[in-house]
């Protein structure tokens, strides 16, 4: 516990919709349609208070403020002319700053693509646009996806916003702290280890990591392909779920998109229900301050008619490991491009840099444009699928993963949904975990298998600890088959209505 | 398992990053470190396991093979570190 300093926020619930500030989408979409507030005033209002916090918070790496404008007021004549496009028609949602979007520079928060200009539109922001979303701005990032806190931006550390002394997850971190300080309506984020539900657990907001293939990646700056999925944060449950709705759908821009997966949804009452616990998720590690308030969450489900069952994933500690394995291999290979030679950044000659052939260019422009994070990943991937190394780490790696797949088959044939902590701890301070990479990669351990299995789960918020625990939230993980999205998002709108006081707007700003 | 300050030599070679003065030792520790995580997976009982080749079990996708519009040559350009014309200019690769 840390208590050498003040804190600078203080947490507070907020009534529903009592300004323009801590609107979820459903309330501004109301307000909008009710004619209470045009998407103009909206916007405003959402770039004002990104002025006034980024600067304490710096949840955006680039704001996009007369893209947005622009994008409001196209929405406010749609409104008039009852030519609306979807439920975010004129709401202000952040992007992390790993999706291509046409015309305007997109770094996935390195400073190898520090004047990077996208010269198209990732799917997920075509989407967006054509339901008429105000895209406001790029949110802050670990460098390409790669850290847990978004201290790993060659930038700068997005602070959390309930205590800016610590950080806020990550590495979607920027989008979980945009949301949280009502600097966006919502956000889309990107999971590949755990990257949308360990900062919105950090942050007291929704992330959902949709089934693996449900949302295009076109677009996505690719860190891990095998695991990489985009996903909405967002204040709710039912944010989430519109925000899923759009970006969803079947994309021949990117092969491993699925097609029919609707048919697929069990549409069950919360009382006929199994949950299971696995008892590998409260394990050594876990911060009993985090343990109590998921117990709470489990008596929540139980008074919803859930039936609660303890289950075990046997090779769950195994997880950590052989993502380290595989995501980095598949790090190595995606990273490649980035050469100095088509885009990005190239070093040149000067009299600091002797850069005399096109081997100097690569070597220096990749020196120098990477943080140290993603050096690391780059040679351990290497390292771990090079001659002689690839069946001792690769391929086990990869026969692990099919008994932690088997794992869940076998658990899902028992339960519906499978229920834990979404992170060990809740927000740790900035600099704490930094100079231990391997204490850092501990943040995801309960996140990983997820990934690894390409199954959907969402972190929900489920509590905050106590004054002197520095009143900070955690969220329950909710795990569900492949698939299942719909039923997930279900159960988490039901848990979440039932219980309204942990329906945390943002943390008082003053 | 430690690796040597050797193997992150070649390692960072066969990469192409360029190791600043202070980083090979640095990268030593951490990767070994790293590694002796990761060496818990012999313990991992995988015998009779298939190894799973793609997690929603799709097969290979493909497309017919036709002419479609590519990218503007001009937005391709505004990359370009180094450029002349429409071409991307690269220090010379023969001798």
Redesign the interface.
């Known amino acids: 516990m840390d208590t050498k300093y003040e804190k600078t926020y203080l947490p507070r619930r907020v009534k529903a919709g009592e300004n323009t500030k801590s609107l979820t989408i459903k309330e501004a979409s109301e307000k909008l349609n009710k004619g209470e507030i045009t998407s103009l005033k909206l916007t405003q209002d959402y770039l004002d208070r990104i002025k006034k916090l980024n600067p304490k918070i710096n949840a955006y790496i680039l704001v996009l403020e007369d893209i947005a404008i622009k994008s409001a007021k196209a929405s406010d004549e749609r409104r008039k002319n009852k030519k609306v496009l979807s439920p975010i028609d004129g709401i202000p949602i952040a992007i992390k700053d790993n999706m291509a979007m046409d015309g305007t520079i997109t770094t996935a928060a390195s400073k190898i693509l520090e004047n990077?200009?996208a010269?198209?539109d990732a799917t997920v922001i075509s989407k967006l646009k054509n339901a008429g979303a105000v895209i406001i701005g790029k949110t802050n990032m670990d460098e390409f996806a790669m850290g847990s806190s978004t201290e790993n931006s060659a930038f700068y550390p997005t602070k959390n916003p309930w205590d800016i002394k610590r950080v806020p997850g990550g590495s979607s971190g920027g989008s979980a702290a945009s949301v949280a300080a009502d600097m966006s309506v919502a956000a889309l984020g990107s999971d590949t280890g755990g990257s949308i539900r360990q900062p919105a657990s950090l942050c007291g907001v929704v992330g959902f990591k949709p089934?693996?293939?449900l949302v295009s990646r076109y677009g996505l700056f690719a860190m891990a392909s095998?695991l990489d999925q985009i996903g909405p944060i967002t204040k709710t449950a039912g944010d989430a779920e519109i925000l899923f709705n759009i970006i969803a759908g079947y994309d021949?821009k990117d092969?491993?998109s699925?097609k029919n997966h609707e048919l697929r949804i069990k549409n069950k009452e919360s009382k006929d229900i199994t949950i299971g616990i696995p008892k590998e998720y409260f394990a050594q590690g876990l911060d009993p301050k985090v343990n109590d308030i998921i117990q709470k969450s489990i008596n929540t489900l139980k008074k919803l008619g859930a039936k609660i069952i303890d289950i075990s994933l046997p090779?769950s500690h195994?997880a950590?490991?052989?993502y380290?394995?595989i995501m980095p291999v598949e790090v190595?290979s995606n990273l490649?491009r980035y050469?100095?030679?088509?885009?990005?950044?190239?070093e040149?000659k000067s009299i600091k840099s002797k850069?005399?052939?096109?081997?100097?260019?690569?070597?220096?422009s990749?020196?120098n444009g990477?943080g140290a994070e993603s050096?690391?990943r780059?040679?351990?991937g290497?390292?771990a699928s090079?001659a002689g190394y690839i069946g001792k780490?690769y391929?086990?790696?990869?026969?692990?993963?099919?008994?932690i797949?088997?794992d869940f088959n076998e658990a899902f044939k028992k339960v519906d949904f499978i229920i834990g902590p979404v992170s060990p701890t809740t927000a740790f301070p900035l600099g704490e975990k930094t100079s231990d990479?391997?204490k850092m990669?501990l943040s995801d351990i309960y996140t990983i298998s997820v990934n690894?299995?390409?199954l959907p789960a969402i972190s929900v918020p489920a509590g905050f600890t106590d004054k002197n625990a520095g009143e900070l939230p955690a969220g329950l993980h909710i795990i569900g088959q492949?698939f299942s999205d719909k039923d997930l998002l279900k159960l988490a709108i039901e848990f979440e209505g039932s219980s309204p006081e942990l329906r945390v707007k943002s943390p008082d700003i003053s | 398992m430690e690796?040597s300050k050797n193997?992150?030599l070649h390692?960072?070679e066969?990469?192409?990053?360029?190791?600043?003065a202070d980083?090979g030792e640095k990268?030593v520790g951490?990767?070994s470190?790293?590694?002796n995580?990761?060496?818990?997976?012999?313990l991992?009982?995988?015998d009779n396991?298939?190894?799973?080749e793609?997690?929603?079990n799709?097969e290979n996708?493909t497309?017919k093979d036709d002419v479609v519009k590519g990218?503007?040559i001009a937005?391709?350009l505004?990359?370009?570190?180094?450029s002349q014309g429409n071409f991307?200019k690269?220090?010379?690769?023969f001798e």
């Open positions: 990077f200009v010269p198209y089934t693996y293939g095998s021949e092969s491993t699925i090779n195994f950590l490991s052989c380290y394995i190595s490649a050469d100095g030679v088509k885009y990005g950044y190239r040149v850069v005399e052939s096109l081997l100097d260019v690569y070597l220096k990749r020196a990477f050096k690391r780059i040679m351990l290497a390292y090079s780490f391929n086990q790696a990869q026969k692990v993963k099919a008994l797949v088997q990479p391997l990669y690894l299995a390409g492949q | 690796l193997d992150v390692v960072a066969l990469v192409r990053i360029e190791l600043k980083e990268f951490e990767l470190k790293i590694l995580h990761i060496d818990e997976l012999k991992a009982k995988i396991i298939e190894t799973i793609q997690i929603s799709l996708i497309r990218l503007p937005k391709i505004q990359n370009l570190p180094e991307i690269v220090k010379k690769i």
